[in-house]
């Protein structure tokens, strides 16, 4: 029973919806079997949903006492029971949803000519589209259907001359179209970028000329522009063009568009920025700079964002390339109590800690990290990887190869982590111990052998394909270089 669709699902549930369910339930209107208000009287308060595993027999024993049922019966029950709970979560999608209710009302009014009725339900629905600012392709889909609806009134009446519902309609499918057909165009190129997978972007070769010779007709809907702008930055030769104009359009038409949307338009101008900066493009740390500003000054940020401890690295590894410093840490001290609680300790942590170690303060960096046991694999790699830098910095020799040790070990044992990222880290300890040899015997060797080490150790670094902080590990082999 514990491995039921039923427990499984009720476990996700919180308790304000488990108590809801269990109204629902409790209604004749719902439910007339009695012997399901039991079952679930009884996993709400035997705590079934948490107990594993659950006796079956003993949950029989309770529902039917002093009777013999098979185990097809409690099968029975369960899954009668969850066709319930798929009703209810049903019913409450769309009792969250007053312009579904409405636009259901206006079909059961139009079928069964209802009159007395029409007029409210028609300005309830026009103000509903009047009182939001959001004019994303969802909008444009809600109007068409709302026009679907008022056409098919006008036919089912006999009643459609010199109206206009089946032109609007007609145009907000149009509307609907070109832009969800961009915006997934859009999704489908990022997604083949990640995994490698080729996307067939059918009609695009159609929309796309079509909405450039046409561009007077839609210069008024942003949603359209925007991911059109967005469509090209990530496959036209002047994308940088278009990356600007992304730019402008979006914090110009923000009002168009949810919190959600808006955070996902500006991660398409986030990545074409980090992409830039890969290919060595520097100017691009700006644009990602201001990008970054906006959304945070915007309010973009916090609300409902489960990313939110990889944007605030993000914000401040960004700060501290740029050493705007003060920013940095102001960022950090923002977001200290607005992140997750089960993130907020390894969060915030790594973070301070490497805003300390950028402007030189190693005590209060070495502290912080050896201060936490970071439970996330990634903060734990990268704080190890931060210890290893200090260490080699300030030449404490013990440290360095204990931590050096202790890290290799990590990284063999640890099967969370994957081949890739192993080598990765495990790339940087063996150049970075390379290097450190290389730097303790400078005040003793300084011969012909020392530099051609220097050099192949030059050499490997450049030519390996995968390792953390190499541009770290560069500056340090320059600096020996220096003082060879």
């Known amino acids: 029973m514990h491995k039921s669709k039923l427990v499984k699902t009720l476990r996700k549930l919180s308790q304000a919806e488990l108590d809801s369910f269990y109204i629902f339930i409790s209604s004749p209107y719902f439910n007339t079997n009695k012997e399901l208000v039991t079952l679930l009287d009884m996993i709400y308060y035997?705590?079934?949903i948490h107990k594993t595993p659950i006796d079956n027999e003993e949950v029989l024993n309770k529902l039917f006492p002093g009777k013999?049922?098979?185990?097809?019966?409690?099968?029975d029950l369960l899954y009668a029971l969850t066709n319930l709970l798929e009703e209810y979560l049903s019913i409450e999608g769309y009792r969250h949803s007053i312009f579904q209710q409405k636009l259901q009302l206006m079909n059961i009014v139009y079928e069964k000519d209802l009159d007395a009725l029409l007029n409210g339900i028609e300005k309830d629905l026009d103000q509903l589209m009047i009182?939001?600012?959001?004019?994303?392709?969802?909008y444009f889909y809600e109007t068409f259907m709302l026009y679907s609806e008022r056409d098919y009134g006008f036919r089912l009446h006999g009643s459609i001359s010199g109206n206009k519902s089946l032109q609007i309609k007609s145009d907000q499918l149009d509307l609907f179209f070109m832009a969800q057909k961009l915006k997934d165009a859009c999704e489908l190129i990022n997604r083949s970028r990640i995994l490698s997978v080729?996307?067939?972007?059918?009609?695009?070769?159609?929309?796309?000329?079509y909405l450039e010779s046409y561009s007077e007709q839609y210069i008024s809907y942003p949603a359209i522009q925007i991911y059109l702008n967005m469509y090209q930055m990530l496959t036209s030769d002047d994308h940088e063009k278009y990356f600007f104009q992304l730019k402008k359009l979006t914090q110009e038409n923000e009002s168009n568009f949810n919190i959600e949307e808006l955070r996902s338009i500006y991660g398409y101008a986030q990545n074409y920025c980090i992409r830039r900066l890969n290919q060595g493009d520097t100017d691009y740390l700006h644009q990602l700079y201001e990008i970054y500003n906006h959304i945070l000054n915007n309010g973009l940020v916090f609300a409902d964002n489960k990313n939110m401890q990889w944007e605030f690295k993000n914000f401040v590894s960004i700060g501290l390339r740029l050493k705007e410093y003060d920013w940095t840490f102001k960022i950090i001290n923002i977001f200290k109590d607005k992140l997750p609680e089960d993130v907020r300790q390894n969060s915030y942590t790594y973070n301070l800690a490497n805003y300390y170690y950028e402007t030189g303060d190693?005590?209060?960096a070495t502290k912080l990290l050896n201060s936490v046991e970071f439970t996330d694999i990634y903060y734990n790699l990268d704080s190890k990887a931060m210890l290893l830098k200090i260490y080699y910095t300030l030449e404490e020799e013990?440290?360095?190869y204990a931590l050096v040790s202790a890290f290799g070990i990590y990284l063999r044992r640890n099967k969370l982590i994957s081949t890739d990222s192993a080598d990765v880290y495990n790339n940087l300890l063996r150049f970075t111990k390379k290097a450190f040899l290389l730097k303790s015997k400078l005040p003793y060797e300084r011969g012909k052998n020392y530099e051609k080490n220097l050099a192949n150790l030059r050499q490997s670094v450049s030519h390996a394909k995968n390792i953390a902080n190499?541009?770290?590990l560069l500056e340090v082999i320059t600096e020996l270089e220096k003082r060879k």
């Open 46 to 48: 035997d705590d079934l």
């Open 68 to 75: 013999s049922f098979g185990i097809r019966r409690l099968t």
């Open 131 to 138: 009182q939001t600012s959001v004019r994303d392709s969802n």
């Open 198 to 209: 080729d996307y067939d972007l059918k009609m695009l070769d159609i929309i796309v000329p």
């Open 362 to 364: 190693y005590k209060k």
């Open 398 to 400: 013990e440290s360095f």
């Open 470 to 472: 190499i541009n770290w």
